[in-house]
């Protein structure tokens, strides 16, 4: 029998909408060095996060990145004062498609050697989408 092709999604998806940065990862900033003025002092940019799921999120993206680049996440807790991160991870950029309601690019990423921290972070992330879409559930597809 040959395979059709399709990708199966391995868990559920949630659809959010969450303020984020991103920034290349240390072993592929000699690969992928943006220019002044696109990232911060500490080469972070400025993302949203518009999907979750076990095994990687999705972003909206200002700069093109290109697949197989890994790149380091931060999404701060919600709260007046953003100091704590809900999430810190590293992502490998699976996919990327340009947007067309506004400039940027839809990337799709995943997780990458989460460490035992980052993990934990991943599934109360996942614990709390669950408990807040109860009801709702979250997309297969």
């Keep these: 029998m040959s395979s059709s092709g399709l990708i199966v999604r391995r868990s559920v998806r949630f659809e959010i909408s969450l303020p984020a940065r991103i920034r290349v990862a240390p072993h592929h900033a000699d690969a992928l060095n943006f220019a002044k003025g696109i990232t911060d002092a500490n080469r972070w940019i400025e993302v949203d996060v518009i999907d979750f799921a076990e095994g990687?999120?999705?972003?909206?993206?200002?700069?093109?990145?290109?697949?197989?680049?890994?790149?380091?996440?931060?999404?701060?807790?919600?709260?007046?004062?953003?100091?704590?991160?809900?999430?810190?991870a590293y992502v490998r950029v699976q996919r990327i498609q340009m947007t067309d309601g506004r400039p940027g690019y839809k990337v799709g990423a995943a997780f990458k050697n989460l460490d035992e921290r980052a993990q934990q972070q991943v599934e109360q992330v996942i614990a709390r989408l669950s408990e807040e879409c109860e009801g709702q559930g979250g997309i297969d597809a």
């Design 56 to 88: 990687g999120l999705g972003f909206i993206s200002p700069v093109f990145l290109p697949r197989n680049v890994e790149v380091e996440i931060e999404i701060p807790e919600h709260g007046p004062v953003n100091t704590e991160v809900l999430l810190g």
